[in-house]
């Protein structure tokens, strides 16, 4: 209320993030800007933090731009990751341009050691069937 002094202030815990990705959210809110950092790796990283935030407090633009800069922000390194955020968060669209970026560009993806980054048997068995898959259609 009025007159209170600065210590009695109340102190807000918002679960499930980081304040980097809260303050995304905030500016967001204010300035209608996305704000996603410099860093281009996590870049990707706070685009998939700040759309599970965006899901949890029903902003559905700021999802949908976060949707869109992950789809950006898929190359060597990142496909994998996104691939597995993507079969997580059960996002088909960014899902399948993964796995066709993957597949297009395997050679990068491999000696950008996304492949060591798999985490995901599901994503892995996935992956291999995408792989078989191109094999036949070459020997077919």
Same mark, same amino acid.
């Given at each position: ?5 600065? @210590? ?10 980081? %304040? +980097? ?7 967001? %809110?204010?300035?209608?800007? $996305?704000?996603?950092? &410099?860093?281009?790796?996590?870049? =990707? !990283? @706070? /685009? $998939? ?8 407090? !029903?902003?559905? @633009? %700021? &999802?949908?731009?976060? #949707?869109?800069? $992950? !789809?950006? *922000?898929?190359?060597? +390194? *990142? ?5 597995? /955020? =993507?079969? +997580?968060?059960?996002?088909?669209? $960014?899902?399948?341009?993964? @796995?066709?970026?993957? =597949?297009?560009? #395997? #050679?990068?993806?491999?000696? *950008?050691?996304?492949?060591? !980054? ?5 994503? /892995? ?5 995408? #792989?078989?898959?191109?094999? =036949?259609? %070459?020997?077919?």
């Amino acid at each position: 209320g009025i007159g209170m002094k600065e @210590r009695d202030a109340a102190e807000v815990t918002v679960r499930n993030t980081d %304040l +980097a990705t809260f303050t995304a959210l905030i500016r967001y %809110l204010c300035t209608d800007q $996305l704000d996603l950092g &410099e860093e281009e790796g996590g870049r =990707a !990283q @706070r /685009a $998939l933090d700040l759309r599970q935030l965006a899901q949890m407090y !029903q902003v559905p @633009r %700021l &999802e949908l731009l976060c #949707a869109q800069a $992950l !789809q950006e *922000s898929v190359g060597p +390194a *990142s496909a994998v990751p996104l691939l597995e /955020a =993507a079969h +997580a968060t059960g996002d088909g669209r $960014l899902l399948a341009q993964c @796995r066709r970026y993957v =597949a297009d560009n #395997a #050679a990068e993806v491999r000696a *950008s050691g996304g492949v060591e !980054q798999l985490r995901d048997f599901g994503v /892995a068995k996935g992956l291999l069937g995408d #792989a078989l898959d191109q094999v =036949a259609e %070459l020997k077919g």
